[in-house]
Structures are given as C-alpha cells and as structure tokens.
C-alpha cells in the first residue's frame, strides 16, 4: 500500500489567493481527518470524515477554510482567501472503521506571502 | 475535555543512554493512548498504542510504554537510543471516538 498520499507536498502562494491541498487515504479506510501543525499552536485537528461525512468541524478556524471529501478515495482542504498565518504544514491521516490507528500522510506545507 | 502534557519540550541523550518521555493525559474513563514519532519534514509515524490489557506495551523500533492509571501517565521508554532515534515525539489520546487529541511534542537530541 502507498499510505497516505498528499499534494503538494509544497505550496506558496500570495495573500488573497485560493489555496487547495489534496489527500488520497489509505485504501479501505472509512475515517480521514485533516490537521495543521504549527510552532506556536502544535498538531490541530481541524476536520474529520466518517465515511465521507464531515463528522466534526470545530476545528476549522473560519470560513475561509472549507473541506470535502466527495468519494471515498479523495479528500480536499481549501483556503479562500489564504493569508500569511495560515503558513503551516497540514497532514492528512486515515483510519479503518476496526481500529483507531490513524495513518498519516508526509504533509503538504503552505507558505502564504 | 480531555488533554494531554508533555512536560519536556527538549530533551538531550547520549547515544547507548536509557530514555524516558513523559506523558500525562487528562480523561476521566481509560482513553486509548498512543506515542507518534515525527522526523524533520516527515508526517508521523505511530511507535505504539494502548487501548486494554497489559499495561507495558511494546512497539517498533525498540521502544515501550507503560500505562499507569495512579499517575495518568503513559511514558516513553528506550534502554538505549540511538543516533537515529533524533525526532520529535508526541503522545496523543482519544476518548475511545475518533478525535485524538495530540499533547505539544518532545524534542529529542541524541549526542554522539
């Protein structure tokens, strides 16, 4: 299995611009989740899907931040409009519906200018 | 809500010296508890996780932890690391759902 897949794994844009990350799970797994990592506030959970259902966004900081998962094997997170203290690294992970083990993926990081 | 602490952000060994990394959690039942490794531009990488029955459990790369429910503590330990054990670990937990919950991390330096 290739694990979890994200692109890009590198992303800068400007301010004002529409970012969109992507992720492929690990297939079979029923469960992704989206995370942000940074310095000053560490690894975040920022949404997660259950069988391609947003279960809890709460962590989602504002509406600029949107996410969807349209089928089972895709997985998008989108700013819009990104300014410059979105810069992180965002992870995908997934898990199966038999175990709570969430894999993760290599990280796409986002330098907004 | 729960939480988790690690009280050591930077942490320096010798390499062959035994490690320990602390980790406490706040939840009121047993959460299930983990230990993620994470290298310099890489996504993490599960060591070990604990969900019932025997409280040491084992993982990859030589490593173990220990589930002590007096203390709400699930630490990290290695009777010898290695050059290569140098990386960020975290220790997370969830609630039984799905939502883990990751504590700040230790940096871990290892001397040569």
């Known amino acids: 299995d290739a694990g979890v897949i994200q692109s890009p794994r590198h992303e800068v844009t400007e301010m004002g611009q529409e970012v969109t990350l992507r992720c492929k799970p690990i297939s079979g797994h029923n469960s992704l989740f989206w995370y942000r990592q940074t310095m000053m506030r560490g690894l975040e959970l920022l949404i997660y899907f259950n069988n391609n259902v947003p279960i809890d966004d709460s962590g989602m900081p504002e509406d600029r931040f949107s996410a969807k998962m349209p089928n089972a094997s895709f997985s998008t997170l989108k700013i819009q409009p990104s300014e410059p203290r979105d810069s992180a690294v965002y992870f995908c992970a997934s898990s199966s519906r038999t175990s709570n083990e969430q894999f993760f993926g290599p990280g796409t990081r986002l330098t907004v200018l | 809500a729960q939480s988790v602490t690690q009280p050591d952000i930077h942490i320096t060994v010798s390499e062959g010296a035994s490690l320990e990394l602390r980790c406490n959690y706040s939840y009121g039942a047993t959460p299930y508890l983990f230990w993620y490794v994470q290298s310099p531009g890489q996504g993490l990488q599960l060591l070990l996780k604990?969900?019932?029955?025997?409280?040491l459990v084992q993982g990859i790369k030589g490593f173990e932890a220990e589930f002590k429910r007096s203390q709400s503590s699930f630490n990290l330990r290695k009777p010898s690391v290695h050059w290569s054990d140098a990386a960020e670990y975290f220790c997370a937990s969830t609630g039984g759902g799905n939502k883990l919950t990751f504590g700040t991390g230790t940096q871990l330096k290892v001397e040569l």
């Open positions: 604990y969900f019932s029955g025997d409280t």
